[in-house]
């Protein structure tokens, strides 16, 4: 391990720990919600294309049609609770 890329992980390590220490608490409150809700967004959005394009059933071929219906359903009432998620967070 070359020493002086250790003592710059040290620096880093130290000096953004103190950083943090001094922010206002109501500004990691802030940058959690921000981050919460673009985590939350991005995962129901893969999680949507997965099911949607991967296993197919956004859209019909050759499949019982209450597959891709059973898909449009739970993408409308997933969407109802992420929007629902952000209003309660964001709300405060």
């Not at 880093?12 to 809700?37: C, N, Q």
């Not at 050759?62 to 597959?67: A, D, E, M, T």
């Not at 449009?72 to 309660?88: C, E, H, P, Q, S």
Request: hydrophobic share 45%; aromatic share 22%; with cysteine.
């Amino acid at each position: 391990m070359n020493h002086s890329s250790y003592n710059v992980n040290a620096y880093l390590v130290r000096t953004t720990g103190a950083m943090e220490e001094r922010w206002d608490p109501e500004i990691k409150k802030y940058f959690r919600k921000v981050l919460y809700s673009i985590t939350y967004g991005l995962m129901w959005l893969m999680a949507c294309a997965t099911f949607g394009i991967y296993f197919q059933l956004a859209y019909t071929n050759g499949k019982p049609f209450i597959f891709t219906a059973l898909y449009y359903a739970g993408v409308i009432i997933t969407m109802g609770l992420l929007i629902r998620w952000y209003y309660l967070t964001w709300r405060k």
